[in-house]
């Protein structure tokens, strides 16, 4: 019994001065950096206070042509390197709406931690910016022939249900 104690300890020595030996490095190209403050702003905006320096944003061209982009891990721990790759054959986002709802959602993987949220509110549109697939739950028209289909007053709720998964239903999701 004693020996096995020793042995747990041992390993919990090990384990914990590896997480301390872990230097985030943040390296986001310019293009994306104004997305990356926007991330922090909203959070700021909804009281929580997030500084991302643990992060790196590359175009991967290994990825398949249905993803548009990968985060590396879904942990909101920061004792390991958080990592955005977007698919260089393939650019997903005809605006600046789409590019932040993709990186926002990647984001929510790696940052925040949260998984894939596929729930649908009762008008049937997604309920999270945590679906797959769809990057334009808040931007506007492609082609755009009136504001009719310019979906710009969802962002609000969608970046409040980033932050918190138990956001209540808004007026238009009814």
């Not at 955005?84 to 990647?106: G, P, V, Y």
């Amino acid at each position: 019994m004693q020996k096995a104690w020793i042995i747990f300890v041992v390993m919990l020595l090990f384990a914990c001065s590896n997480k301390k030996d872990f230097t985030p490095v943040f390296n986001v190209p310019a293009e994306f950096v104004p997305v990356i403050d926007s991330f922090e702003a909203a959070a700021m905006q909804r009281g929580y206070n997030i500084t991302v320096n643990n992060l790196i944003i590359q175009y991967d061209s290994t990825l398949e042509n249905s993803y548009c982009a990968n985060a590396n891990i879904t942990a909101s721990s920061n004792d390991v390197q958080k990592i955005i790759a977007l698919n260089a054959n393939i650019k997903c986002w005809l605006n600046s709406r789409q590019l932040e709802t993709l990186i926002f959602h990647e984001m929510g993987h790696c940052i925040l931690g949260r998984e894939h949220d596929e729930s649908r509110l009762p008008n049937g549109n997604p309920k999270s910016i945590m679906c797959t697939g769809n990057i334009a739950l808040y931007a506007p028209c492609a082609y755009p022939v009136n504001d009719s289909c310019n979906q710009y007053y969802k962002r609000n709720y969608y970046l409040d249900e980033l932050f918190n998964a138990s956001t209540p239903v808004p007026d238009w999701g009814k």
